[in-house]
Structure formats: C-alpha cells, structure tokens
C-alpha cells in the first residue's frame, strides 16, 4: 500500500519559513519524480515544485528563489523549504509522487497559511 504522509505545515508570519516533509512507503522511492503541489481556497491545484530521481528540480515562477525541494532517498522522504513566505502562498500544500506516465500517488496535504 503506498502512503505519502506530509508534515510540518502551519501558521507562519509573512518572510518567515517552514520547512515540509513527506514521507513515502510502499514504492520504490528513488526512481520516483516526487513533487509538492499547492490548492488555495477556490483556486485549482497548481504545481509548487518537481524533483526527479536524479534530482533535477523544477519549480514555478512564482516560488522561484524563495522555495527549495530536496530529496533524501535513504530516508525515503521529500522536503520542501520554504522562505520569504507571502500571504498568497497559503494553501494546502500537496506531496506527489509520479512515475514517467504511470502511477501517480498524492497525500493527504498539509495546511500553509501566512498571515500576520
């Protein structure tokens, strides 16, 4: 049974940082393209950040230079570090986890809100 379970969301001041992770079982962690998604209220899911199992990063504009995703294969486990946190970055924060064109896994999301 594969799991992604994210943690380390919450509430945090504008410019400051949280750091996420996700924990993965059941799959063959390393060969997978793991990623953090984010949905805010009313709004599509829409992609944050993208590691491959090369870890070849990808991530979108609006969290470039202030975002970073890393991958830790002995631990099985995905971060995300988050800094320079804006109000707009509140949302649930998604881990996923892709592979070429089959499957494809997501966990349960973890709560991001910036507010002051």
């Known amino acids: 049974q594969v799991q992604l379970v994210e943690s380390g969301g919450g509430l945090v001041q504008p410019g400051g940082s949280l750091r996420l992770s996700c924990a993965a079982s059941?799959?063959?962690?390393?060969?997978?393209?793991m990623g953090w998604y984010r949905q805010a209220p009313g709004k599509q899911r829409e992609l944050v950040a993208t590691?491959?199992?090369?870890?070849?990063?990808n991530y979108a504009d609006s969290v470039k230079g202030r975002f970073a995703i890393s991958r830790d294969n002995a631990k099985n486990t995905v971060y995300l570090q988050l800094n320079s946190l804006k109000p707009e970055d509140t949302a649930v924060y998604y881990c996923?986890?892709?592979?070429?064109?089959?499957?494809?896994?997501w966990g349960q999301g973890t709560q991001v809100t910036v507010s002051s």
């Open positions: 996923n986890a892709q592979l070429g064109l089959g499957p494809n896994y």
């Open positions: 059941g799959i063959i962690f390393s060969i997978y393209t």
């Open positions: 590691i491959a199992g090369g870890s070849r990063t």
